[in-house]
């Protein structure tokens, strides 16, 4: 009787769940390259994503803002440096942030209907998110770095808001965000919501 | 097209539903048990459990002609379930897995069924007369992660299975002594056990929830967790497929899908409704709902009584102001599709199907 109830304490504690059985079981995915499932990308270096921000640039000065954005979403880089692909992602927002509100759902509508526009919608959701994370980053950063939040003294208990207040440097970064958000609406309008859900699963990052 | 017939059996998830030959009863994993319904004029009444596992059962499936249910769960087994005069006599089976059932189907030949498992193995199980119980084969490699589903060619050979490692593969589980040699076909010619035929990957790699063979089984069709569908058309074997067609959807990931006719395949999921795709070789596209856009939905109604006069005052009176009902969902089902199944076939082409979903309710649709 006492063995068993013994037993029974045992296996009602639940220590033995935190022992992470993946890693002793030889061929598990823990022990094993995910990456090797899939096909490998082709690399993109720093210096052909700015030759891609050139020509894009060149686009835009032309006036052919589809082109441009169509342009750079053509060619994401999955598979590059940090520095490339941050290049990149500074491309995508500087043709986002050229075009106007008006024109935003028309231009998709146009580049959703043609050959592999669905794709397009796809890599340009994931530069969208990039870009906020990016941007939310570069605001979290900038008000940690301001004098005025790191000298208030936060046992008040409150919300400081000296620090929160939105500095003269997180102007631009709200902006680019607000440019950010309402392209991420003009494109869940078109490419749904399907669109995200391959955001999000997608093993391809930009 | 007809209204389609809704049972709204209970108020918990269905993990899976399953039709027996004369479709007069319908089997439900219900959380740890399978509850057996008999169709009793227009609706179906409980008539018999099935309790043998400890945990949530993952799959249920009748076969047709033997009119044995086979049963698998997250406690690791899987259970035979053979009827006779005083009921369902549950056998045992030996799976050899070390993590949950997720998915088991019965061959075409009946003679074997497939489980799949988290155990990144598929368990293709037989029956040996002479130790009179079911043992089991598994298929293993390149296989790396969770078996999400599965689904056996006509010939009862070949093994469609979806994997969360973003795979659809296919397999051969021949075993001897149970199998007739199967006729050459584009998946391969000699195929001994664990023979892969093919593995396939779309663009974005998203978990596999469900794979399909066509009717004639030369054609694969898988859905993925990227809201897409693709079509496999295999050549030749060991060939690249002739065709590999996504159909990227604006729709939430299907769960379940089936093939109805070699030129159409239905699929539905989190959108809570299904859908149809035509196309071929050539191509695919969404075709449209299957959900009726106005009226016909019993069972529900909620729709023409919220626009009466009546109502919008009685809502004023109560509420203070008039409010949409948003807590229905405007789809028959309620909650996430997780199975489709045909129902009833005639001439090659399925004319009604059915599905199950979280929601608790069992529909059967028309084409």
Known sequence: MSIIQQHTQATLSDAWRTINIDALTEDSSVNFDVSTLHPPLPEISEADARAINGQVRQLLRGGDAEGALRGCLEMPVYNGSEAAKETHLHTVIEVLQSIKASEMTPMLQRIFAQQGGSECLDVLMKYLYKGMAATSAAADSSGRATPARAMTPQATGGFSQVGQRPMAANESTGSAMSVLLSWHEKVVEVAGLGCIGRTMTDFRRV | ?367
């Open chain 2, 1 to 367: 097209m007809a209204a389609p017939e809704v049972h709204h059996l209970f108020h918990r998830p269905i993990a899976d539903h399953s039709f027996s030959a004369d479709r007069q009863t319908l089997a439900i994993a219900r959380d740890t048990q399978v509850e057996l319904y008999g169709r009793v004029g227009n609706a179906f009444k409980l008539k018999d459990e099935l309790k043998g596992h400890d945990k949530l059962v993952t799959s249920v499936d009748i076969a047709p002609n033997t009119g044995r249910i086979v049963t698998c769960s997250q406690d690791r087994n899987a259970l035979v379930w053979e009827p006779s005069p005083t009921g369902y006599k549950p056998t045992l089976v030996l799976l050899r897995i070390s993590r949950a059932a997720t998915f088991v189907r019965w061959s075409p030949s009946e003679a074997k069924f497939a489980v799949g498992s988290g155990d990144r193995v598929i368990a293709i199980c037989y029956f040996e007369e002479e130790n009179d119980w079911w043992v089991s084969k598994h298929l293993k490699k390149p296989i790396r992660s969770t078996i999400t589903s599965v689904a056996w060619h006509p010939n009862s050979v070949l093994l469609a299975a979806g994997s969360t490692d973003a795979h659809a593969r296919v397999f051969s589980a021949f075993i001897k002594g149970t199998d007739q040699r199967p006729e050459p076909s584009p998946w391969g010619e000699r195929l001994p056990f664990n023979t892969v035929c093919g593995e396939f990957l779309n663009n974005s790699a998203g978990w596999v929830h469900a794979v399909a063979f066509s009717p004639s089984g030369d054609a694969l069709a898988f859905a993925a967790h990227d809201s897409s569908v693709t079509v496999v058309y295999p050549s030749a074997p060991e060939q690249p497929p002739k065709a590999v067609i996504s159909i990227n959807t604006q729709l939430l990931p299907f769960m379940s899908l089936f093939w109805n006719g070699e030129t159409e395949i239905i699929a539905a999921g989190y959108d809570c409704e299904a859908f149809r795709f035509q196309g071929g070789e050539q191509g695919w596209q969404l075709a449209g709902t299957l959900e009726k856009v106005k009226a016909g939905r019993p069972g529900l109604g909620g729709e023409d009584r919220e626009e009466s006069a009546l109502n919008m005052f009685r809502q004023m009176d109560l509420k203070g102001k008039v409010t949409k009902d948003d807590t229905q969902l405007k789809t028959v089902h309620q909650n996430t599709v997780t199975m489709l199944r045909p129902f009833e076939e005639s001439g090659g082409r399925v004319t009604k199907f059915s599905s199950s979903g979280v929601d608790g309710r069992v529909v059967i649709w028309h084409t």
